[in-house]
């Protein structure tokens, strides 16, 4: 990437001086390359020498001054300037952004892509509920954090894994069994009472009548408790079933689908335990086992095995992380969680260290709640069911494109408002429209040379010289710094800004230079240039999991 041409220039330089003596001899700290907000400072800029100033006890904008004396001329840049109060400013060659058309039609579908992972083992685990009931609009916004991120790590250079972690072991699946064996045999006229910490939701009710439809009375006629253990792997392989449809709806798909259950089967969770015994982690107290996390700077310590002898939750977790990094050597593992397990980040982070795990291996997201709105109006309850707004009924009204783009559209840490009716909008207020619409207009543009027999692979793109023309060169040439965003800072929200900017650019291009005109050899450059627009907008969609329409 060119931003880090520009930062092996500024360190030369900086090295140059202190050989020379114009900069005392001090640890140069982390060159960064950042772009202006104002245009007028150049297309990028460095606060290397402000970093210095403090260290050197020179005045910063004497060493921007003199480390700029130092920096040779390359192909790409036209001018460097030391602006106060101590930053050095870089202006790109109006050629040179002219000749990087060239550069992203021949990358093609590949532009983008950076070597930031250098192949390293990723594994991404998200959504992960609990296979008890339908996912939720909650669950979909955490299910496309993790597609798009997974999407761009690849992009990044990192060899990705997505999971899905299902549990199918514990206290929540022995309340869904119960739970529908009850309604089970409710429906076939028994007199059957829903246990305490059952599942109320109406969807329970349209399981058993499913079932039943499906293997009649015949669960009335064994042991209760055999009953109730075949009739709940039913309910649950039914309910799992229906999450991988709608998944796949959404375009979220997995490599990796792995059971809790499978941990205790496998001795994990005993290995595990007692490599935390060995290392004096676990106490027994208050008749349960405990993981002594105020040993490791926790507020306190966490149950790890209760006094019935069920392991907690908390427990198969450290199984599943141990599998991850010890047994299937992922690199860093990122985890993406609901609001509701906050506080569950911190144990999780010092239980990793204590078997001897870098606890920065591992990355945890927390997402926040979604709100519904028809407009001014609040969501609460499904108007169909009564229950719960589950996520397949928001995909049924709004599309996947549209679920997908508003999910991703604020950061994971905010609480975000979903508006059903903008969301299904032909209108330039709605985004996803908005951006799509760019990318059908290309189309129509391309479509319409095509048939008027105008080909333009010899169009020359030296003549592409306007401001319009450029402004939209240098949107282009933001996807792979985007991709760099995403991937440091595992925030994907900023592919749904990087593409309005880009769309908003092209329509404003598009406005003030037509593009098929009687100038056929402009025409020709300009085609070259929509087509190269065509490339980055619908790579920078299919980062997102969204589609790029060719008509709308």
């Not at 609460?380 to 707004?389: L, T």
């Not at 939209?472 to 749904?496: A, N, S, W, Y």
Request: with cysteine; hydrophobic share 40%.
């Amino acid at each position: 990437m060119l931003k880090e041409i520009l930062i092996d220039l500024l360190t030369q330089a900086a090295a140059q001086a202190q050989q020379s003596g114009k900069l005392p001899s001090v640890t140069l700290p982390p060159v960064t390359i950042e772009r202006p907000q104002n245009p007028e400072h150049g297309d990028y800029a460095s606060s290397l020498p402000l970093k210095l100033a403090r260290s050197a006890g020179t005045n910063p904008l004497d060493i921007a001054r003199e480390m700029v004396s130092l920096i040779p001329a390359t192909a790409e840049i036209e001018n460097i300037t030391a602006a106060p109060p101590g930053f050095i400013n870089f202006t790109l060659k109006d050629n040179w952004l002219a000749q990087q058309v060239e550069s992203i039609l021949n990358a093609g579908e590949t532009f983008g892509n950076i070597d930031l992972g250098h192949g390293s083992r990723v594994q991404v685990e998200f959504v992960s509920i609990n296979p008890t009931g339908p996912l939720h609009v909650g669950h979909g916004r955490g299910a496309i954090l993790g597609s798009t991120l997974s999407n761009t790590l690849t992009a990044g250079g990192y060899q990705v894994e997505k999971e899905y972690y299902f549990n199918d072991a514990g206290s929540q699946m022995e309340a869904f069994r119960r739970s529908l064996f009850a309604r089970y045999q409710q429906y076939l006229g028994k007199d059957a009472e829903m246990p305490s910490e059952g599942y109320l939701g109406n969807y329970m009710v349209d399981l058993a009548k499913e079932l039943i439809n499906e293997v009649g009375d015949r669960f009335l006629t064994i042991p209760e408790v055999e009953a109730m253990s075949a009739l709940g792997r039913l309910g649950f392989e039914r309910i799992l079933s229906q999450m991988r449809e709608d998944l796949k709806l959404l375009r979220v798909d997995f490599d990796a689908w792995f059971s809790e259950q499978s941990l205790y089967e496998n001795g994990q969770f005993e290995k595990v335990m007692s490599l935390l015994r060995e290392g004096g982690y676990l106490a027994e107290k208050e008749n349960a086992t405990w993981f002594v996390s105020t040993a490791l700077g926790e507020d306190k310590d966490n149950v790890v095995v209760r006094g019935d002898g069920l392991p907690t939750y908390f427990a198969a977790d450290i199984a599943y992380h141990y599998n991850k990094f010890i047994e299937r050597k992922f690199d860093r593992v990122i985890d993406i969680w609901g609001a509701d397990h906050q506080g569950h980040v911190s144990r999780l982070k010092a239980v990793i260290g204590a078997l001897g795990i870098d606890p920065d291996r591992l990355e945890l997201i927390i997402h926040q709640m979604v709100t519904l709105r028809r407009g001014s109006e609040l969501m609460r309850v499904s108007k169909r069911s009564g229950d719960i707004i589950t996520l397949r009924e928001v995909i049924d009204e709004v599309g996947t494109d549209a679920c997908r783009y508003f999910f991703l559209s604020r950061s994971a840490d905010s609480q975000m408002d979903f508006d059903l009716e903008l969301a299904k909008k032909e209108a330039p207020d709605n985004p996803v429209y908005y951006v799509q619409y760019a990318h059908a207009r290309i189309a129509s543009i391309l479509r319409v040379a095509g048939e008027r027999g105008i080909t333009h692979a010899d169009g020359d793109v030296s003549l592409l010289t306007s401001e319009p023309e450029l402004t939209l060169i240098r949107k282009l040439l933001l996807l792979p710094e985007m991709v760099e965003v995403v991937v440091q800072t595992l925030e994907p929200h900023h592919l749904t800004y990087y593409a309005q900017t880009l769309a908003t650019t092209f329509h404003s291009f598009y406005k003030l230079c037509r593009v098929i005109s009687d100038d056929q050899t402009l025409t020709k450059s300009r085609l070259k240039l929509v087509g190269a627009t065509k490339i980055v907008l619908a790579r920078t969609l299919h980062l997102m999991g969204m589609t790029a329409p060719d008509r709308m």
